[in-house]
């Protein structure tokens, strides 16, 4: 599977001006990449990662892309805006879907869903 640099998380329309958490300028230095595992037994079509500083859903990072069962994918989550926090929803191809909530893309490498 081959998911588009561009989409994982290099999205300039993410870029927020203004919204920084007051913490920016220590945390601009940390590695934002995490690796998403997929540990059910359904394929995610649409996976969101946002910042803790927006009230909606981004754009689906794997764009086309599925994240099959039992598969990972790394993603960098540094979106400009400074923010450590983010919330994470994966929509399956079922139509369900699970979240994961104010997860610390500075000091977490991975997140599964189960």
């Not at 919330?87 to 104010?102: E, P, R």
Request: net charge negative; glycine share 8%.
């Amino acid at each position: 599977m081959k998911l588009r640099t561009a989409v994982l998380f290099g999205i300039s329309a993410i870029v927020l001006a203004g919204c920084v958490d007051g913490s920016s300028s220590s945390s601009s230095s940390y590695d934002r990449h995490v690796t998403i595992i997929n540990n059910t037994n359904s394929a995610i079509r649409e996976f969101y990662g946002s910042n803790a500083g927006v009230d909606s859903w981004q754009e689906d990072i794997l764009g086309s892309d599925v994240l099959p069962a039992g598969s990972s994918v790394k993603i960098n989550f540094d979106d400009g805006s400074g923010y450590c926090t983010f919330d994470f929803k994966a929509v399956f191809v079922d139509g369900s879907s699970l979240v994961d909530s104010n997860v610390d893309v500075c000091t977490t490498a991975t997140v599964e869903f189960h």
